[in-house]
């Protein structure tokens, strides 16, 4: 009779012992199947660091990748800072697309937190764009300056303006360095990549010819606006900027800056000022008021708010809009 109790409460040991070991293993299997699926879900990732990138990459990587973005809807990339859990998702990617050109201050001090064995591929989208200076004049290539190692260091000596995006023919270039950097990272979908890319170019080309015919009338006249951001749109379509504020747009602009601007507009019978979307419109307003002039938005499409992202706005539609609010100023 023991050796029986003592069968039957080994055996139910034994039974225990096996339970646990299923649950082991399954909660161990099934954490490596999410490690191995986060955070692309079973596909590889590019993470970009804002928006207009973001909109790029995924328009260039459709279903064969995961696009993350950094900075979320409604926050003005100037402001923004990564946070330990951005390193975290970029080291789990594949690709990394940032604009360079100075916008991302953070960039090379932050990356250096990731593991030594890395083989993440880099990218900066404004690669190969003639660049403009703080002091207005384009700089050229040389102004991306490198070291061995390839990360950028030059941009903060030149006081280069970080607005590439902004005008839709830098857009272009950015637009193909995101497609050689997708065929790098997975060569395999190289015809799908180019595929993609062509109708992304065709869409961007047709937006550039909009806003050079459309703009074509009013070339050498003047755009005022509150933070200095459209300079390669200017430039590529023969406007003119004159900025309240420099190229952040947190800086507060002097009372001798706000004395010269308002004369500037009153003497030059500036009808109309821009502000942007995703930041307070008071400078303008209070200038407007000033020199009897009117506000328009003019946006450097740095992000969407969560309005535009729910009406499904890209950027695309932001500079139609954009373009249209340029002609009415203008006229």
């Known amino acids: 009779m023991n050796q029986l109790k003592h069968d039957r409460k080994r055996s139910r040991m034994l039974a225990r012992t096996a339970a646990l070991i299923v649950v082991v293993l399954s909660v161990v299997l099934a954490?490596?199947?999410?490690?191995?699926?986060?955070?692309?879900d079973g596909k590889w990732v590019a993470v970009t660091t804002f928006y207009p990138l973001y909109f790029l990459a995924q328009a260039i990587g459709g279903d064969d990748a995961r696009v993350i973005n950094l900075v979320p809807a409604g926050v003005d990339p100037h402001d923004w800072t990564p946070k330990s859990g951005d390193l975290k998702t970029i080291s789990e990617a594949q690709l990394f697309i940032y604009n360079g050109a100075e916008?991302?201050?953070?960039?090379?001090?932050?990356?250096?937190?990731?593991?030594?064995?890395?083989?993440?591929?880099?990218?900066?989208?404004?690669?190969?764009?003639?660049?403009?200076?703080?002091?207005?004049?384009?700089?050229?290539?040389?102004?991306?300056?490198?070291?061995?190692?390839?990360?950028?260091?030059?941009?903060?000596?030149?006081?280069?303006?970080?607005?590439?995006?902004?005008?839709?023919?830098?857009?272009?270039?950015?637009?193909?360095?995101?497609?050689?950097?997708?065929?790098?990272?997975?060569?395999?979908?190289?015809?799908?990549?180019?595929?993609?890319?062509?109708s992304l170019q065709a869409e961007l080309v047709a937006l550039d010819e909009e806003f050079a015919a459309a703009l074509a009338p009013y070339q050498g006249k003047e755009i005022v606006v509150s933070h200095q951001a459209f300079a390669y749109l200017c430039r590529d379509y023969g406007l003119k900027q004159t900025a309240v504020m420099g190229l952040s747009p947190?800086?507060?602009?002097?009372?001798?800056?706000?004395?010269?601007?308002?004369?500037?507009?009153?003497?030059n019978q500036i009808r109309y000022i821009f502000f942007e979307a995703l930041t307070s419109n008071v400078l303008a307003e209070t200038i407007a008021q000033e020199t009897g002039a009117r506000t328009l938005v003019l946006n450097p499409v740095e992000g969407l708010t969560p309005e535009q992202e729910q009406a499904g706005e890209n950027y695309v539609t932001l500079m139609r809009e954009n373009l249209q609010n340029l002609q009415k100023a203008l006229q």
């Not at 507060?252 to 003497?267: L, S």
């Open 31 to 40: 954490g490596c199947g999410n490690r191995a699926e986060t955070p692309g």
């Open 103 to 198: 916008l991302e201050g953070w960039t090379s001090q932050f990356l250096k937190g990731l593991p030594s064995d890395s083989a993440l591929i880099r990218v900066e989208a404004s690669k190969g764009i003639d660049l403009i200076v703080a002091d207005g004049h384009d700089h050229g290539d040389d102004a991306h300056a490198h070291d061995d190692d390839g990360h950028d260091h030059g941009h903060s000596q030149l006081g280069v303006d970080p607005h590439t995006w902004v005008s839709p023919r830098s857009a272009l270039q950015m637009a193909a360095n995101i497609r050689d950097a997708f065929i790098q990272a997975n060569p395999a979908n190289k015809s799908d990549y180019e595929q993609r890319y062509q």
């Open 250 to 267: 947190d800086a507060e602009p002097q009372a001798q800056d706000m004395i010269r601007i308002i004369k500037h507009i009153k003497e």
